[in-house]
């Protein structure tokens, strides 16, 4: 690289923020950090600040006031106010929720590429946000580690693909029947076999909404639609996802448990930097072991296999009404099999349609998180 490459990090203070600082610290010389977002975690920003030196933070909801030398903006709209006002190369949004999609649409405005973490911008906006960045010829790297192996396979070209295999550790519950998994707590919950994650996406693992929500991702990031999409049960999380292409061959990426190596592929993309250590011992593996999902067991998976095939009301609808079930259930509101049945609820009330604005999806958006919540609490 001859010059630093300029970063913002939407979602700093998040599981996938820190593996990203993390990553960009080992390498100061290459990346330069000049804008941060945090919802409400300002300790955590204060220590981001002292490390990397961002010329901008946004701070989207806090109650205090924040001491900082450089731009500081605030409120939703404060993300894409930053990204407004800086000259960076590239966006990583890291962030979860919706309130991304502003933002990410505007460093696309920008020409700027990106490094997507966030699924449920590409879940609701999916058809938008590719066709924009297209037009404006700015490329989308998935860092979320399924897509992310994906692209690796494909290094960009879609052309070939006959199926798309999303693999998934089956979380928490992978072999536990249904009324065990009904009344689990939210202590149980939280406690992944594999991945640690932030508390939304690892309650999303043990539903296998998560691999839901992928399916949508996938769909728009590879131009592939959900028919042609797989799930396969893979315990060890090795191989992070594979491509069918139309000749029969399959290709696969591994490494091990960790958000470190798409981090890392998708900063230094589309070189790859050269490290000793030494990721994975094929020796120490033995095998690899692949299974069908039970759609029984997991209704937010078979729902959010429907759902894919039909239009994106549908989407943002089984992702809003997740979401809020989510919430509910962490605040201890709800029981962790009212989860499907409140997104089977919402999406039992909303005919399936597309959208032309970003007004329009976040209105959806918004009416599906209320009428969710009166549904919780009649
Ligand atoms: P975390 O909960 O750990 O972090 C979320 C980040 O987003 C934090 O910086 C948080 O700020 C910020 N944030 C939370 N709510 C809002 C909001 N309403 N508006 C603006 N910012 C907000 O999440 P993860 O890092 O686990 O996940 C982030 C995204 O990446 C999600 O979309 C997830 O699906 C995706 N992803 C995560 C993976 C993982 O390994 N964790 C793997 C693949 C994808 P604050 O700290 O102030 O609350
Ligand atoms: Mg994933």
């Not at 700093?12 to 977002?37: D, H, K």
């Not at 049960?233 to 399959?250: A, K, M, T, Y």
């Not at 499907?340 to 998180?369: F, G, K």
């Amino acid at each position: 690289m001859d010059s630093k490459k300029r970063i913002i990090i939407l979602g700093a203070t998040g599981s996938v923020g820190a593996t990203v600082l993390s990553e960009i610290a080992q390498f100061p010389n290459q990346f330069e950090v000049v804008g941060i977002s945090c919802h409400s975690a300002v300790d955590r920003l204060r220590e981001i600040v002292h490390q990397f030196s961002p010329k901008a933070v946004a701070i989207v909801d806090s109650p205090i006031g924040v001491d900082f030398r450089g731009m500081l903006f605030q409120g939703v709209s404060g993300l894409a106010q930053m990204i407004d006002a800086l000259d960076f190369d590239v966006l990583v949004v890291a962030l979860s929720g919706v309130n991304g999609l502003k933002a990410t649409l505007k460093a696309i405005e920008k020409g700027k590429d990106i490094i997507l973490a966030n699924k449920e911008i590409l879940v609701i906006a999916g058809a938008m946000v590719t066709h924009f960045a297209k037009q404006k010829g700015v490329s989308i790297l998935p860092l979320d580690s399924e897509h992310n192996a994906i692209f690796q396979c494909t290094r960009g070209d879609n052309r070939f693909i006959k199926n798309l295999w999303l693999t998934a550790s089956g979380g928490k519950f992978w072999n536990v029947d249904s009324a065990t998994m009904a009344g689990a707590t939210v202590e149980t919950v939280l406690q992944h076999p594999r991945w640690s994650m932030g508390k939304k996406i690892t309650v999303d693992s043990s539903t296998m909404a998560n691999k839901g929500l992928e399916i949508i991702e996938a769909m728009h990031l590879f131009a592939v639609d959900a028919t042609r999409i797989r799930v396969a049960i893979h315990r060890s999380c090795i191989v992070h996802s594979l491509v069918e292409f139309c000749d029969g061959s399959f290709l696969a990426q591994m490494s091990p448990v960790s958000m470190k190596y798409a981090a890392r592929h998708c900063l230094f993309y589309p070189e790859r930097i050269a490290l000793e250590e030494q990721s994975l011992d094929l020796y120490q593996l033995g095998s690899l072991d692949f299974e069908y999902p039970d759609l029984e067991r997991f209704p937010c998976l078979r729902l959010a296999i429907e759902v894919a095939k039909e239009k994106q009301s549908r989407h943002i609808a089984f992702n809003a009404a997740n979401e809020i079930a989510v919430e509910l259930f962490l605040q201890k509101k709800i029981a962790f099999g009212s989860i499907p049945r409140l997104i089977e609820n919402a999406l039992s009330r909303i005919e399936s349609r597309d959208y032309e604005t970003v007004e329009e999806i976040l209105a959806v958006d918004q009416m599906v998180r209320c009428k969710t919540k009166q549904l919780a609490h009649p």
